[in-house]
């Protein structure tokens, strides 16, 4: 089993479904994989094309069964009382993950992905690159 990090860069997304009724709605995304889940900072009123420009690292096993290699990045609106689901989009990253083992790194360039509410249709899009780095373990003989 190789073990490495995954990173995570969340750019910004347009065109998202606006869950607030009056005003600008203030997004985040929750990052998920692999049992861990990070947060991105609330994008204070900026409504529905928020920019993040931030980085997330995760640790990584691989292999694992393949329902496991997802990106999972929701989008939420942050309110007083309630966060709503604004929606998400899943990222497949099993052949960067499989190319980043065979080779030592890997790397998806910022790419554009749906976002989907519940009933999957479409509301938006979200700007996220991806790179994957092998970690290497050194034995020394003496």
């Given amino acids: ?39 991105s900072s609330v994008a204070i009123g900026q409504g529905k ?7 997330f690292m995760f640790k990584v096993e691989y292999p694992r069964s393949s329902d496991q290699h997802k990106l999972i990045l929701k989008i939420m609106d942050n309110d ?22 065979e080779n030592g790194e ?12 519940a009933n999957n249709s479409y509301c938006g899009e979200i700007d996220v690159g991806v790179s994957f780095a092998k970690k290497v373990f050194f034995t020394f003989n003496s």
């Fill in 80 to 101: 007083l009382y309630t966060n709503e689901f604004v929606g998400q989009a899943i990222i497949h990253v099993g052949d960067l993950l499989a190319q980043g083992v």
């Fill in 1 to 39: 089993m190789a073990i490495g990090f995954m990173e995570v860069h969340l750019v910004k997304a347009k065109g998202l479904y606006n869950a607030d009724i009056f005003g600008k709605m203030d997004p985040y995304v929750l990052i998920q994989y692999g049992g861990q889940e990070q947060k």
């Fill in 49 to 55: 094309n928020p920019v993040w420009n931030e980085k």
């Fill in 106 to 117: 890997a790397k998806l360039q910022t790419l554009k992905y749906r976002v989907v509410r």
